[in-house]
């Protein structure tokens, strides 16, 4: 992307395939408690509603921010731990770059190049702040 050839993650497929359903699963994990206080609070009139919406909308956000970031993760090789601590250190960056991305999938025909803009973006701020910590520029 920047003209620098990275290190690519190389281990047996096998090890791969099965690290890579592990990470797209422990989102879903994480993600189905949230959704289940969600619906029990739409049974509580006026209130449970605005709070179930919101409940269901900052979830729904960090449920993007982990799919957003799973090509740069799982070409770097990081472990569910891995993408976990690096989401939890940037929360309100991520929150931000989902957020955004959310409200530019609402427009018709700019949402067709939304996901593949945002992947590629998350990709290079995920470079830029391996190439900061490592004491190598870019």
């Keep these: 992307l920047k003209g620098v050839e990275l290190e690519q993650n190389i281990?047996?497929?096998?090890?791969?395939?099965?690290?890579?359903?592990?990470?797209?699963?422990?989102?879903?994990?994480?993600?189905?408690?949230?959704?289940?206080?969600?619906?029990?609070?739409?049974?509580?009139?006026?209130?449970?509603?605005?709070?179930?919406?919101?409940?269901?909308?900052?979830?729904?956000?960090?449920?993007?921010?982990y799919e957003f970031m799973d090509t740069p993760a799982s070409f770097k090789g990081w472990k569910w731990t891995e993408r976990k601590e690096q989401l939890d250190q940037n929360r309100l960056f991520y929150l931000g770059f989902s957020g955004m991305a959310i409200f530019l999938l609402l427009i018709p025909g700019l949402n067709l190049l939304v996901l593949p803009a945002a992947v590629v973006g998350l990709f290079s701020q995920i470079d830029e702040e391996v190439f900061e910590t490592s004491g190598t520029s870019a």
Excluded: D
């Excluded at 959704?35 to 909308?57: C, D, K, N, Q, R």
């Design 11 to 65: 281990q047996p497929w096998w090890k791969s395939v099965s690290q890579s359903l592990w990470s797209s699963v422990m989102p879903l994990v994480t993600f189905i408690p949230w959704a289940l206080l969600a619906l029990l609070l739409l049974l509580i009139p006026i209130y449970g509603t605005i709070v179930a919406s919101l409940i269901w909308g900052i979830s729904s956000l960090k449920f993007l921010s």
